[in-house]
């Protein structure tokens, strides 16, 4: 069964320090995964997309990386800022099928000053 | 582009009216896409079209729903009757392709609270 499951799910830190968002997934066969931030009241937009040749990648203080044969990608938020507080949901892409985006439910993170 | 644009931000009604919500996908943009967030179950689709056709709506939780594309700048997502466990936060996208090589574009959303 096509999952993805994120951790923690939520979190809070403190304004200027780092953090760590895990995803897992199942999906097979891969295409591609993509994170997704999401700010309070406002729909997601989209932060990197890794594909399957792809280790890591960085948007600004975003880092992603990606271990297709573990099934494991992580979002690292470098020097955090209080704009970064928001829910961040990773979504992964199957090759096949007509409904083929599996999403995960998000990590909350909260930065406080 | 003014982005996706959906209405209202926010609808409270009873339980059993309809409910039509409204979006706006981006121009040029050839895929729509309406999904459904909440707190237990994160985004789940709802049904997609492609060149206001509907690919796909197996999402669509039951006959209480239905979506149509009228025309390429417009799509209405109706509830009939609302029920409360149909509270939840609607979100239409948009996206130039399927595999949405940018991402899909989000709308803000339609915060749906049926009492």
């Known amino acids: 069964k096509n999952q993805v499951e994120q951790s923690p799910q939520s979190l809070i830190i403190l304004e200027g320090k780092n953090c760590t968002l895990q995803c897992n997934y199942t999906v097979s066969p891969f295409s591609n995964l993509r994170w997704y931030k999401q700010d309070t009241g406002r729909g997601p937009v989209s932060l990197t997309i890794?594909?399957?040749?792809?280790n890591t990648k960085s948007n600004g203080r975003y880092t992603a990386t990606l271990d297709a044969d573990t099934k494991q990608s992580s979002l690292h938020i470098t020097a955090s800022q209080l704009s970064d507080s928001a829910s961040y949901i990773c979504?992964?892409?199957?090759?096949?099928?007509?409904?083929?985006?599996?999403f995960g439910t998000g990590t909350r993170l909260t930065v406080i000053p | 582009d003014a982005g996706v644009i959906q209405s209202p931000r926010h609808e409270v009604t009873e339980m059993g009216q309809e409910v039509t919500l409204r979006c706006k996908p981006i121009?040029?943009?050839?895929?729509l896409f309406w999904y459904r967030q909440t707190m237990m179950r994160g985004l789940e689709l709802l049904i997609y079209?492609?060149?206001?056709?509907?690919?796909?709506d197996s999402g669509m939780p039951e006959d209480r729903f239905s979506a149509k594309m009228p025309n390429a700048s417009f799509s209405t997502l109706k509830i009939q009757p609302s029920e409360p466990r149909d509270s939840a936060v609607y979100f239409c996208?948009?996206?130039?392709?399927?595999?949405?090589?940018?991402?899909?574009?989000f709308g803000s959303g339609t915060r749906l609270t049926v009492v």
């Open positions: 890794m594909t399957f040749s792809e």
């Open positions: 079209f492609n060149n206001n056709v509907p690919i796909d």
């Open positions: 996208a948009s996206s130039l392709g399927a595999a949405g090589g940018d991402g899909y574009t």
């Open positions: 979504v992964v892409r199957a090759q096949t099928g007509a409904n083929n985006l599996f």
């Open positions: 121009s040029g943009h050839d895929y």
